[in-house]
């Protein structure tokens, strides 16, 4: 490799919850550098997320995107002409921002009035193990299961 590696940048912890996976998660959420408004897009999300299921919605959060992380994946990888799916294991900061991105992804899609209750309603889904997300994660699982005969051409 010629470059040097970039250094990893130091995210600061939200102001709310003191959280700097919450500010990760912001980050994704955030369009055109409006961070404001990602935050306050959030915070309503879990406001409406306690009012509904009367749980710490931090926790309720922190669970959901735990349930709709995948462990593994597929990458393609041509051999000898053909394109094998390999199933490959994820790191862990690959892992959390597939997760993140999934969840703002399939909430984006919903069909919900503003993005606050959107979010709230995939985190929800997330939470319950169930919704748009959760099956992403799944069909990722099930890819790696059914092509694991190539594991062995792994990177």
Request: proline residues 5%; aromatic residues 8%; positive net charge.
């Amino acid at each position: 490799m010629r470059k040097a590696k970039p250094k990893k940048r130091i995210i600061l912890p939200d102001p709310k919850y003191n959280d700097v996976l919450v500010t990760k998660f912001v980050n994704n959420l955030m369009l055109d550098g409006k961070k404001a408004t990602a935050f306050s897009i959030f915070y309503e999300a879990l406001d409406i997320i306690e009012d509904k299921l009367k749980e710490n919605p931090l926790e309720v959060w922190k669970k959901g995107l735990a349930n709709i992380t995948p462990a593994i994946e597929v990458k393609s990888r041509r051999i000898g002409g053909a394109s094998f799916q390999i199933p490959t294991e994820l790191r862990p900061e690959r892992k959390q921002s597939v997760g993140m991105k999934n969840l703002i992804l399939f909430a984006r899609k919903r069909h919900e009035k503003t993005m606050a209750s959107k979010l709230a309603a995939e985190i929800m889904a997330a939470y319950k193990e169930e919704g748009a997300a959760f099956k992403r994660k799944e069909d990722i699982h099930r890819m790696a299961e059914a092509n694991k005969a190539f594991a062995h051409f792994r990177f």
